[in-house]
């Protein structure tokens, strides 16, 4: 399997998540209660979304997506006589 | 947003006593299993590099863990954040004129009532199990006379002090409603 397969289907899972923390944030921003800790949660929530990310799109930034790969090849390691 | 002051529909002379969420206490078991699975992924990683080096060594299954690993916190990460929004957004205000309770259920379900306070007839607090007792946190019941015969507080910290004050506040503003009931009388008569 092409690993560039692999990231598109982790980008469709990104952009789900994209699409479902934008809503929670709405509604959180929209109807909450006016106070610190709303802006507290909610910068918390999306620094450390933004640092894994981060972390994860500096490291595929270098990544070979032509070269194919067997994601399963561990579990069958454990099959073997 | 949801100002403290500006609640909507305001009364003349409101002032706001109480704005009551459940005791953060009730969300120790969500964070301690959010915990553990928030840091399932590095826990596997770490048990990946020690005894299947060769795995990762192998740059296109590091992808393949790297990938699999950061969605998974990520998906977690927000279903934490879900679950602590429906903690926030659950609200119990007692002001010196009316009670609102307003309640998140799930993401796009809101449910908001209001009782005046005067219409009060019965308010029992009860503090039940071990946990409750060592953080002072439990339900207040508020039977009225409205629409809606019963009004729960769930889970919030010092239950009997929160009961107390409520049936004070009711006490003053029956009076309050009976003192401008016979004025409104008198002046009545007098015309």
Not at chain 2, 52 to 78: K, R
Not at chain 2, 103 to 119: D, M, V
Not at chain 2, 156 to 185: C, S, T, Y
Request: aromatic residues 14%; contains cysteine.
């Amino acid at each position: 399997m092409p690993l560039a397969w692999l990231l598109l289907v982790w980008l469709v899972l990104i952009a789900i998540l994209f699409i479902m923390s934008f809503l929670t944030l709405l509604v959180y921003l929209r109807f909450g209660l006016f106070g610190l800790s709303t802006y507290g949660s909610t910068l918390l929530f999306l620094i450390v979304s933004a640092i894994m990310l981060g972390f994860i799109i500096q490291y595929l930034i270098n990544v070979d997506w032509s070269q194919t790969v067997n994601p399963l090849s561990p579990f069958m390691a454990f099959f073997e006589v | 947003m949801f100002h403290l002051d500006h609640l909507p529909n305001p009364i003349p002379g409101e002032k706001l006593i109480y704005c009551l969420r459940r005791h953060p206490i009730t969300l120790a078991s969500l964070v301690i299993c959010m915990v553990i699975l928030l840091l399932a992924p590095f826990g596997i990683f770490q048990y990946l590099q020690i005894y299947q080096p060769d795995l990762l060594a192998d740059q296109a299954m590091m992808t393949v863990v790297l990938l699999g690993g950061s969605i998974f916190f990520l998906y977690a990460w927000l279903f934490l954040f879900q679950n602590f929004v429906d903690w926030a957004m659950d609200l119990w205000i007692v002001t010196n004129k009316r009670i609102l309770n307003i309640e998140q259920q799930g993401l796009f379900g809101r449910t908001a009532s209001e009782l005046r306070i005067y219409r009060i007839q019965d308010v029992t607090s009860s503090v039940n199990g071990f946990f409750h007792t060592m953080f002072d946190f439990g339900d207040v019941e508020i039977q009225t006379a409205g629409e809606r015969l019963r009004f729960l507080f769930e889970q919030v910290p010092h239950p009997n002090k929160v009961a107390k004050m409520i049936v004070e506040l009711a006490e003053i503003d029956r009076q309050a409603h009976l003192d401008e009931a016979v004025e409104e009388i008198a002046t009545g008569e007098a015309a």
